[in-house]
C-alpha cells in the first residue's frame, strides 16, 4: 500500500490531503512498520509541521476535552444486568439520548428510554454501528484475502439491512420484557488512555 492509495476525509485540499498521507507514511517508515499516536504528535509539535493545525495546543482547552472524553469513557463503562426469561444480558446503563438534538450529546438510562420514536432510534443507532463494523471487519478480510469471511460478512450485513429496514417501520408500543427488579448497575474499571 502506498501513500496515494490512502484517503483521508474529505474536505481538505489534494495538495494538504497528499501532504498529510505523506507525513504519516514518513512516521510509520521511521516506526519500522508501526504508526504509532505518540511519533505522530511528536512530530505534530513542530508548528511548520503539516499534522500540526489537527492539535489543539491550547493546554486548557485541550484538557478540558481530554476530561469530556475521559467522562465519556466513564460513562460507557457502567453497565447494567437485565434478566429476562432466565436469560442475563448485560448491557450499557446509559444510551445515547435520542430525544436531544444531534451535535448536543448527552446519554440516558437504557431503562429510561420509553418513547416509541427513542426506543426506534436507539435499536436503529446500535443496528447502524453494528453494521458499520461488520462492513469494516469484511473488507479489512477481503483485502487480507479472506474471500468466504467477506462473503459471510457481506451476507450478515444484508440480513442486517433488511432488519433495519424492518424495524424503521415498526411501531415500537409494546411494553419492556426486563423486570425493574431485575437491574443491577455494575461498573467497570475504565483502563486508563495515555
Known amino acids: 500500500m502506498q501513500p496515494k492509495d490512502i484517503e483521508l476525509p474529505k474536505g481538505l485540499t ?5 501532504a498529510v498521507v505523506a507525513e504519516l507514511h514518513r512516521i510509520y517508515q521511521e516506526g519500522g512498520g508501526v504508526l504509532e499516536a505518540k511519533a505522530v504528535l511528536v512530530m505534530a509539535a513542530n508548528p511548520d509541521n503539516v499534522l500540526h493545525s489537527y492539535f489543539e495546543w491550547d493546554d486548557t482547552v485541550a484538557a478540558a476535552r481530554y476530561r469530556l472524553e475521559q467522562a465519556r469513557d466513564l460513562i460507557r463503562t457502567v453497565t447494567v444486568k437485565f434478566t429476562i426469561e432466565k436469560t442475563i444480558l448485560k448491557l450499557p446503563c446509559y444510551v445515547p439520548d435520542q430525544t436531544r438534538l444531534r451535535g448536543i450529546g448527552g446519554y ?3 431503562t429510561a428510554v420509553t418513547t416509541t420514536d427513542a426506543r426506534k432510534a436507539t435499536i436503529i443507532q446500535e ?5 458499520s463494523h461488520l462492513q469494516r471487519a469484511g473488507n479489512i478480510a477481503r483485502v487480507l484475502d479472506n474471500a468466504k469471511v467477506h462473503r459471510t460478512i457481506l451476507g450478515k450485513v444484508t440480513e442486517i439491512g433488511i432488519l433495519l429496514d424492518f424495524i424503521r417501520g415498526l411501531d415500537l408500543v409494546k411494553k419492556s420484557a426486563v423486570k425493574q427488579a431485575s437491574v443491577r448497575i455494575i461498573p467497570r474499571v475504565a483502563a486508563k488512555r495515555i
Do not use: G, H, I
Open 14 to 18: 489534494v495538495k494538504r490531503r497528499q
Open 108 to 110: 440516558t438510562r437504557l
Open 127 to 131: 443496528l447502524d454501528a453494528a453494521v
